[in-house]
C-alpha cells in the first residue's frame, strides 16, 4: 500500500478507530490503523453489556476481534506509536510513527482514548503555560538559549527532545524514576531520580528532585508516556475543553480533515459509545474524501 497517499489514517486500534475503519474500509477506501497498544479494554476483565455478545469477552478478547475485522476488511494495521501529526500544505495529514516511517493521507482520526492526567507533581499545574509546556514544536522558540528538560522516557520524549535540541541552551531529560527506552542524542544530560516538585513564582524556576537536588530550569516539556489526542491536537493550533477534543455532531474538529472519536472527545467511557463515535466519523469522513478526489 502507498503510504504517501492514504485516504485515512486512524490513530488507535481500539473500538472508536476499528469501527471506523470498517466504515471507510467497505466505502472502498484505502486506510492506515496505527496502535501502540490494546488501550482501556486492556485493562477490561469482562465486557458484558456490549451488544451482541453472546457470552462475556475479555476486554483483550474484543480488541482482537475488532482488529481482526479491519484486517479482513483491508485495512492497514500497524502496530506502532505515533509521534506527531503534521497539517501539510496541501491540507492532507501526515503522521510520525516511532519506527521513523511516515503516513501521509486526505484525512486523519483522533481515537488515541482517554485523555492523559497531568502527573502528580507538586507546582506542575501552577506553572502550565509559565514555563511548563505540553508540546516542544509550539514553544521551543520561547526557549532559545535557555535551560530546558523534558520529561519522560519513551519516543515520544525522544521526539521532544529533537525538537528542541537545535534551540535550547542546556538541555536534560528527567526520566521521573525510570530508564531511558532510547539512546540520548549528544549534548542531553540524564537525571533518572523523580522529579518531587516545581518551583517558581510566576514563571518555573527550578525543580526538586526527590533526594533533594535542585536543577534551574527556564522550561519544563513534559512527555511522559506517548503522544495523546490532546497533544497531537494541540501541535496542530487545536483548543482542548477539559483535554479533550472539541467535536461537532459530525465528529468534526476545528480542523477540516481532522476528526476524533471515542474517550479522547471527553464521552461517556463506553464501548458502546466509542464504536457509535467512529461510525459517526467514517460517515463523515467518506464524503469529505471522496470531495478531494
Ligand atoms: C478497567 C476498565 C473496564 C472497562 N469496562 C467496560 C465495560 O464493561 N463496558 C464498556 O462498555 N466499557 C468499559 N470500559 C471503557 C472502554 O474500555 C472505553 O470506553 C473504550 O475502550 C474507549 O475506546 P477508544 O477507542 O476511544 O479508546 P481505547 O480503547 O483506549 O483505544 C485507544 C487506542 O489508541 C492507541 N493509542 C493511544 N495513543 C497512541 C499513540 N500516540 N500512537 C499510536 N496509538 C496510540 C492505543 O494503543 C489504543 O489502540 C472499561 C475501561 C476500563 C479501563
Not at 484525512?107 to 501552577?126: C, N, S
Not at 521521573?176 to 510566576?202: M, N, Y
Not at 476545528?254 to 472527545?265: I, K, N, R, V
Request: charged share 20%; with cysteine; aromatic share 4%.
Amino acid at each position: 500500500m502507498d503510504t504517501n497517499n492514504m485516504d485515512a489514517v486512524i490513530i488507535g486500534q481500539g473500538p472508536a478507530g476499528c469501527s471506523a475503519a470498517l466504515y471507510l474500509c467497505r466505502a472502498g477506501l484505502r486506510v492506515a490503523v496505527v496502535g501502540k497498544d490494546s488501550g482501556a479494554l486492556h485493562r477490561a476483565e469482562k465486557i458484558e453489556n456490549y451488544y451482541g455478545l453472546p457470552q462475556p469477552l475479555s476486554g483483550q478478547a474484543l480488541v482482537e476481534v475488532g482488529r481482526s475485522q479491519c484486517r479482513t476488511l483491508g485495512a492497514e494495521l500497524r502496530e506502532d506509536e505515533v509521534l506527531a501529526l503534521d497539517w501539510l500544505e496541501d491540507g492532507r495529514f501526515a503522521a510520525r510513527l516511532a519506527t521513523g516511517q511516515t503516513l501521509a493521507a486526505t484525512t486523519a482520526l483522533l481515537a488515541t482514548g482517554k485523555a492523559k492526567a497531568a502527573p502528580a507533581i507538586a507546582g506542575i499545574q501552577a506553572l502550565e503555560g509559565h514555563g511548563v509546556s505540553y508540546c516542544a514544536v509550539c514553544d521551543a522558540f520561547l526557549y532559545r538559549g535557555k535551560s530546558v528538560a523534558v520529561l519522560g522516557n519513551g519516543a515520544y520524549a525522544r521526539h521532544e527532545l529533537e525538537e528542541l535540541l537545535p534551540l535550547a541552551g542546556r538541555v536534560t531529560l528527567l526520566t521521573h524514576g525510570a530508564e531511558p527506552e532510547f539512546a540520548p542524542p549528544e549534548g542531553v544530560t540524564v537525571l533518572r531520580r523523580p522529579v518531587a516538585r516545581l518551583q517558581g513564582e510566576e514563571q518555573l524556576q527550578s525543580v526538586t528532585l526527590e533526594d533533594g537536588e535542585t536543577l534551574a530550569l527556564d522550561g519544563l516539556f513534559v512527555a511522559l508516556g506517548s503522544a495523546s489526542a490532546g497533544d497531537l491536537a494541540n501541535k496542530l493550533g487545536l483548543r482542548l475543553e477539559q483535554n479533550a477534543i472539541p467535536v461537532n455532531a459530525k465528529q468534526e474538529t476545528a480542523l477540516p480533515g481532522l476528526f476524533a472519536a471515542g474517550d479522547c472527545t471527553g464521552s461517556f467511557a463506553q464501548v458502546a459509545l466509542a464504536v457509535a463515535e467512529g461510525a459517526k466519523a467514517a460517515l463523515a469522513m467518506i464524503p469529505y474524501i471522496r470531495a478531494q478526489k
